[in-house]
C-alpha cells in the first residue's frame, strides 16, 4: 500500500501562484508514476499533471500547460505542482494519485491509478 497526504491548497486570486505538495509512504519502491487530478463542483474528475517517478517525464493537460509545473524530490517521496498565473476556472478539489503500472495513457485516466491522497481544495477568486 501507498499512502499519499497532500498540502498547499488555500485561495488565491486570479494571477496568483500556489505550490501543492504530496508526500507518498508506505511502499513507495512500487511507484512508477504520480500525478494529479481535479475536480470542480458539478464537474468529472480530470488530469492535470504526471510524471514518471524515475525517469522524469511529464505530461499536462492542456488547460494548464505553459501555467502549472509539475516535479519530484525522489529523496524526500515527495511530488510537487507549481500552479502560476491561476485562473477562476482552476478552482477545484486538487488530488495526488500514484500507481504502479509499468505505463499508463498519456491522458491518464482515473482507473489507472490505485492509491489517492484526501484532496486539498484550490479557489481562485476573480
Known amino acids: 500500500q501507498v499512502q499519499l497526504v497532500e498540502s498547499g491548497g488555500g485561495l488565491v486570486q486570479a494571477g496568483g501562484s500556489l505550490r501543492l505538495s504530496c508526500v507518498a509512504s508506505?511502499?513507495?519502491?512500487?511507484?512508477?508514476?504520480m500525478g494529479w487530478f481535479r475536480q470542480a463542483p458539478g464537474k468529472e474528475r480530470e488530469v492535470v499533471a504526471h510524471i514518471h517517478w524515475n525517469i522524469g517525464s511529464t505530461y499536462y493537460a492542456d488547460s494548464v500547460k505553459g501555467r502549472f509545473t509539475i516535479s519530484r524530490d525522489n529523496a524526500k517521496s515527495t511530488v510537487y505542482l507549481d500552479m502560476n498565473s491561476l485562473r477562476p476556472e482552476d478552482t477545484a478539489i486538487y488530488y495526488c494519485?500514484?500507481?504502479?503500472?509499468?505505463?499508463?495513457?498519456?491522458?491518464?485516466?482515473?482507473?489507472?491509478?490505485?492509491?489517492w491522497g484526501q484532496g486539498t481544495q484550490v479557489t481562485v477568486s476573480s
Open positions: 508506505g511502499r513507495t519502491f512500487s511507484v512508477t508514476y
Open positions: 494519485a500514484a500507481t504502479g503500472r509499468l505505463s499508463i495513457s498519456l491522458s491518464a485516466f482515473e482507473s489507472e491509478f490505485e492509491y
